[in-house]
C-alpha cells in the first residue's frame, strides 16, 4: 500500500473510532488513538518502556516511534509470533514470550534508569490470554514496588482502572482502586486518572 493509501486508511480508520466513540457518549473505554496520546504525553524521555499485553502490536507501534527501548511480553503463543514478524525490522522493540508471573521479576532485575510501564496485559475475551486470575496486576505492581530503588524516574501506566471494582462479578480478580492508589502513594509517585489509565508518575 502506498504512503498517501496508507494515510488515507488510517484517517478513515481513526474518524470510524470517534464517530462509535460519539454514539456510545465518550463513555469508556477510549478510542485507542486517544490512549496512545496518554502514552505519549506521560513518556520519559530516553526511558525503557515495557508493555505488558502485545495483542496485535498496536500500542507496541506507537511507543516504538518514541521509546529507545520497547520491552513487550505476550504470554499467547499465536500472538508472540506474530509480533515477532512484525517487528523484525524494528530493533527498539524487544517481544518477549511469558506471562508477567514469569517474566517480569527477572525482566525488572536487569533493568536500570528511568522507566515507563504500560499494564494492559489482562483476560479481555475473545482468543486473549486467560490464566487463573484474569489479571496480573497486583503481582506486576508488587514487582515494580521491590525494583524502586534501582530504578531512575518511573511512569506506570495501568489500562481500564473502571474494571477495578472487585465488587462487581465481571471483575472480581481485579484489586479495588483504592489499593491501587495506596500502592503509588507507597511508591512516591503521583497519580491521576485520563481516559480510562490510572497514571502515576515520579514527581
Known sequence: MSGALNDFARSFRIRKMFRDWHKRGYDAPSPAVVKHAVLRRHNIDGATWIETGTAKGDSTAVIAEFAPRVVTIEPQADFHKAAQERFRDTPVVDARHGTSETVFPELLAELQGDVCFWLDGHYS???????????????????????????????????????????????????????????????????????????????
Open 125 to 203: 475475551g475473545s482468543i486473549t490470554f486467560q490464566a487463573e486470575s484474569d489479571t496480573p496486576i497486583v503481582l506486576e505492581m508488587q514487582t515494580i514496588e521491590a525494583h524502586m530503588p534501582h530504578l531512575g524516574r518511573v511512569a506506570v501506566l495501568i489500562d481500564d482502572i473502571r474494571c477495578f471494582d472487585p465488587s462487581l462479578p465481571d471483575y472480581k480478580d481485579y484489586p479495588p482502586l483504592d489499593d491501587v492508589v495506596d500502592w503509588a502513594r507507597r511508591c512516591g509517585l503521583k497519580w491521576s486518572i485520563e481516559q480510562d489509565i490510572f497514571v502515576a508518575v515520579s514527581p
